[in-house]
């Protein structure tokens, strides 16, 4: 071998190991972006989400202890029957959510309130059982006394003690979903500059071997394609992961920030705290579901199977603030309760991803209505969702749609393009099929369709059907 040869070859070599490098690079840093992608969701779902439900809870059940035992003197103190049942229940009620809350998992800083928390409850506990012990007794104006004096302070002081913790786990909450959102960007980055390595090597690596081996150019030439398709296709899942995902991890952040801006607002916190606690559940379901179709080969695991009923009920819990802001007529048509072939998460991206893209186009119509309807066509089962947006533009081919990163000229929308290329995909790799039927000016029936689950399966849900929800 020629002292060029031995030159060109030892680059080749180096090329090549620069490629696997940086494929092996690009793998180890999406398992550690994964990683802490699971750590973040897991810190809102498992620890901010329930800590905060259960200390609300607390706070509802202190008024509620507070009213009742007051009443019960009253009542007494008049002469009338009365027992102290309902103040029973509502002390254990109370005591229930405050054991429970210190089963879950604690945040920095967080343990510290702890053994006041504890000192607040047993006062007040012991001022509650005072107070029934002396009206029991006829004793109403020690009673009285014990109520002002003891259970009283103690209420609001547990109240005190109650806020800064709701606080606490509210912040680190918004901590973790900014996580996120900041784990995806960088991904994403990684991931573009190693994809420009890649293909610097290759190329370099390609002329090295077209002048060299004319054979060996041409297998290296396909190697790297071959490569930069997988890369391609793993860029792909991940955007449509990032795209079911980051709706409703953004309106998880925005429900803490408006309980953060309105602390003292039961009634606020209460209703945003539990839409984003809807949110995080539907994360984790759509992830579980793209996480068992990926792990079963891009097929539907045996067995696997979905209520239409109960995911089309779902979606509609999902999206009622989005309707009802947008002044949407949101509509599930009675149809038949049918099990399809897939996983719940698989079914849930497939049916949100199509209502949410009818959302979007209907916010500017002057009609906005969307009916959501599932018809059975022999072994098939299909799922419409039928809008009053402006139709499909005449320049836009139907089926080109369904293509990721596609979207109508001049589309004032916010989105990427990824939602129908993901229903498309999910539907085709598990035995189904996607279209979508338009009329200018007047909306579209965006379908999909999948087979049905084995008989049986559903045989229980033959009778009975899907009910119009109101909304």
């Not at 007040?124 to 006829?138: D, F, I, Y």
């Not at 973790?176 to 610097?200: N, P, S, W, Y």
């Amino acid at each position: 071998m020629t002292p060029l040869r031995a030159y060109s070859g030892r680059s080749l070599v180096f090329a090549f190991i620069g490629v696997a490098a940086s494929f092996v690079g690009a793998t180890l840093y999406t398992q550690y972006a994964s990683a802490r992608i699971d750590v973040a969701a897991d810190s809102i779902s498992s620890n901010a989400a329930p800590s905060i439900e259960h200390l609300t809870a607390m706070r509802g059940e202190v008024g509620r202890l507070l009213f009742l035992l007051g009443d019960y003197i009253n009542t007494r103190a008049a002469g009338r029957p009365a027992n102290g049942d309902a103040v029973d229940a509502a002390q254990a009620r109370l005591n229930a959510e405050l054991k429970t809350y210190f089963q879950v998992p604690a945040f920095p800083g967080e343990v510290a309130y702890w053994g006041t928390l504890q000192e607040v409850a047993a006062v007040l506990n012991g001022g509650v059982e005072r107070v029934q012990a002396q009206t029991e007794a006829g004793l109403f104006p020690a009673a009285r006394e014990t109520f002002d004096n003891t259970v009283f302070p103690a209420a609001s002081r547990l109240d005190a003690v109650v806020q800064p913790l709701v606080d606490l786990n509210a912040r680190f909450g918004a901590q973790a979903a900014q996580e996120i959102k900041l784990v995806r960007r960088r991904t994403t980055v990684v991931g573009l500059l190693l994809d420009v390595l890649c293909t610097a090597l290759a190329i370099i690596a390609a002329l090295m071997v077209r002048h060299e081996v004319r054979r060996s150019a041409a297998q290296a030439t396909e190697r790297a394609h071959l490569a930069q398709e997988r890369a391609d296709e793993f860029e792909a899942f991940a955007a449509r992961v990032a795209h079911d995902i980051l709706s409703p991890l953004q309106a998880v952040n925005l429900a803490f920030e408006v309980a953060l801006r309105h602390p003292d607002e039961r009634a606020v916190t209460l209703e945003v705290l539990e839409r984003g606690r809807r949110n995080v559940r539907r994360v984790r379901t759509i992830i579980d579901g793209l996480l068992e179709f990926a792990r079963a080969g891009a097929k539907p695991e045996p067995g696997t199977s979905a209520s239409a009923a109960e995911v089309l009920t779902e979606v509609q819990g999902l999206f009622r603030d989005e309707v009802a802001h947008g002044a949407i007529d949101f509509v599930i048509e009675p149809a038949p309760n049918r099990s399809v072939a897939c996983s719940r998460g698989v079914l849930l991206s497939l049916v949100s991803n199509l209502v949410q893209n009818a959302i979007k186009y209907v916010s500017d119509s002057p009609v906005r209505r969307i009916s959501t309807r599932v018809t059975e066509h022999g072994p098939m089962v299909l799922f419409e969702v039928e809008d009053t947006g402006p139709g499909l533009p005449v320049e836009l081919p139907p089926a080109s749609v369904f293509e990721p990163y596609v979207r109508g000229r001049g589309h004032r929308q916010p989105g990427l393009g990824l939602g129908l290329a993901t229903v498309k995909k999910l539907a085709e790799s598990h035995g189904g099929r996607v279209g979508v039927r338009s009329e200018l000016g007047r909306g579209c029936t965006f379908w999909f369709e999948l087979p049905r689950a084995s008989p049986g399966l559903d045989d229980l849900a033959d009778d009975r059907q899907v009910p119009v929800l109101p909304h």
